[in-house]
């Protein structure tokens, strides 16, 4: 492949992150993009936006011709495309989440490994300078021990047709959290409602227990919120880290507040005192590429050199267990285990992906 003039990248889907994928992949040295879109007049927009680009119908007019292909089409779609580009041994993206059945993670996963040719998952913000400095911070012991994790990320959203609201957005912050503490959870309590459609919860409140870091972290995920939030809080003993993705280049800011119980008192009593600390709010500015360049850029690097990826199809099918583990919650309304399967990722979960995007 070194030899070829161009790396030539198929994109299956041109919807909201299928131009963004193409945007950026456009911008790549060295790669020729195709657009893989059934909608003609999805088709006619990439044409528009993107005019040196090829554009065709189906993933079986191009697939001979491709050396990586990035699967950006509704999760009920994925596993179907991913089987079809990994049993002709084309390297493979997939947006997240992997796909919508664990089953079906299994079959790519497997099919990935008996090709021999990568799978890979876009869990973007492994690839975010943010995220990375935020696991480094909690690493040094500036926060002292974790406490406890909150998310949220809320919008009045785009209603997906074929997962609710879990599967859509707690992808991002299941493998930000997975990243940040170096495990997976080991169970998952799970709130779920319908406001406006009968067929998939719109709002959901997750918790994640993790048994090694012994932290849990609360996750709010919303298509029906007033305002856009993107925004994780690692609280510790001694300080707490906020980080926001609608930040810019100030995403991550160390706060020096916290409780403390005074000397002698032990906290058992009803009337406990504590102590309020309230200190500097310092700004952590970390410059850098946007994310998803950083990701599909190492995409491309894995096809030319024939590497594996940082955040590998096991990892994906990871985070599968943990949203299927939350569907099993939400039904039974106790708390429910996630298989401890072992995958590529085990308990390396996210170091790999530190060391490529810095």
Do not use: N
């Not at 008996?114 to 990375?132: C, N």
């Not at 997750?206 to 007033?226: Q, T």
């Not at 880290?241 to 916290?258: C, F, K, N, P, Q």
């Not at 024939?306 to 299927?324: C, D, I, K, Y």
Request: aromatic content about 4%; overall charge negative; hydrophobic content about 45%.
């Amino acid at each position: 492949m070194a030899d070829c003039p161009s790396t030539r990248i198929g994109v299956a889907g041109y919807g909201y992150w299928g131009s963004k994928h193409v945007r950026v992949l456009t911008s790549l040295s060295g790669v020729e993009v195709t657009v893989i879109e059934p909608d003609e007049e999805r088709r006619r927009r990439a044409r528009a936006d993107h005019p040196g680009v090829g554009v065709v119908r189906d993933l079986d007019d191009m697939l001979d011709g491709l050396d990586g292909v990035v699967v950006v089409t509704p999760p009920a779609t994925h596993a179907r495309l991913a089987l079809k580009a990994l049993a002709a041994k084309v390297p493979t993206l997939v947006e997240k989440p992997l796909v919508l059945l664990e089953e079906d993670g299994v079959a790519v996963v497997e099919a990935a490994r008996a090709a021999g040719v990568q799978l890979m998952v876009g869990h973007v913000f492994a690839y975010d300078a943010a995220v990375r400095k935020l696991r480094d911070v909690i690493a040094s012991g500036e926060l002292g021990r974790v406490l406890h994790i909150d998310c949220a990320r809320l919008s009045l959203g785009r209603y997906r047709q074929d997962c609710d609201v879990v599967w859509d957005l707690a992808p991002h912050d299941i493998s930000i959290v997975a990243h940040l503490l170096g495990e997976l959870p080991a169970t998952v309590s799970a709130w779920t409602h319908r406001a406006v459609r009968a067929a998939h919860a719109d709002v959901a409140h997750l918790r994640l227990d993790f048994a090694e870091a012994g932290v849990p972290a609360f996750v709010h995920v919303s298509w029906l919120a007033p305002e856009k939030v993107r925004r994780i809080t690692v609280v510790g003993e001694k300080k707490t880290a906020v980080y926001d993705d609608l930040a810019g280049d100030e995403r991550l800011t160390i706060h020096d507040v916290g409780v403390e119980l005074p000397d002698g008192d032990g906290g058992t009593d009803a009337g406990c005192r504590v102590v309020h600390r309230s200190g500097d709010i310092v700004s952590r500015p970390v410059p850098g590429a946007e994310p998803l360049m950083v990701q599909d850029a190492h995409f491309v690097d894995c096809v030319r050199a024939g590497t594996s990826p940082a955040t590998p199809g096991e990892q994906g099918l990871a985070v599968v267990r943990v949203l299927a583990a939350a569907d099993r919650a939400a039904s039974t309304g106790t708390p429910a285990a996630v298989p401890r399967r072992r995958t590529a990722a085990g308990t390396e979960w996210g170091r790999r992906s530190v060391e490529v995007a810095s």
